[in-house]
């Protein structure tokens, strides 16, 4: 099997096969290529934000660099609520996070306005930024597999 050019999947030749594996962040996303005439920077690395798909339901755009994600407000409370309850694997207790994270200003990549920094009031212990203007998110590579992995009574294990 060989890498293929898609950075998440793997093809073999003989069979013929394509397989797409679970990035670092236990997300299926499907990376689907720039989106023609709107190339947004990663707020983080600065490489273009490509079009993606999570879970085949979820449009979203993703870093294939940093792993990071930028999606609609919507987008994220829907995928959290579908994978905290599908899951399949035993909850984690997440980590503490550094209060220093809050001090961090990243520019949403749509608007150029300061995105605010702040907790997530769910579950995770995690640090999001948020942009007012455009209601986008942006979570950090293994932000959103710390969320859907953290205990909470509305996850099953």
């Given amino acids: 099997m060989a890498l293929s050019d898609d950075p998440l999947a793997w093809h073999c030749d003989h069979c013929d096969t394509t ?13 689907l290529g720039t989106r023609p005439g709107r190339s947004l920077p990663c707020p983080v690395c600065h490489q273009a934000l490509q ?24 987008v994220f409370a829907g995928a959290v609520t579908a994978k905290r309850r599908s899951a399949t694997t035993l909850s984690v207790m ?11 200003r990243i520019t949403c990549p749509s608007c150029a306005a300061t995105m605010l920094t702040d907790w997530y009031y769910g579950p995770g212990h995690v640090v999001i930024d948020r942009c007012e203007t ?17 205990p909470g009574p509305d996850r099953l294990l």
Avoid: H
């Avoid at 993606?52 to 449009?59: H, I, K, L, P, T």
């Fill in 94 to 104: 997440p980590k503490r996070v550094s209060r220093r994270q809050l001090d961090r």
């Fill in 19 to 31: 397989i797409r594996i679970a990035d670092a962040d236990g997300k299926d996303v499907q990376l």
């Fill in 134 to 150: 455009c209601d986008l998110l942006w979570l950090d590579g293994g932000e959103l597999q710390t969320i859907v992995e953290a």
């Fill in 51 to 74: 079009a993606a798909a999570m879970d085949g339901n979820y449009r979203l755009d993703a870093c294939a660099n940093c792993r990071g994600l930028l999606m609609d407000r919507e």
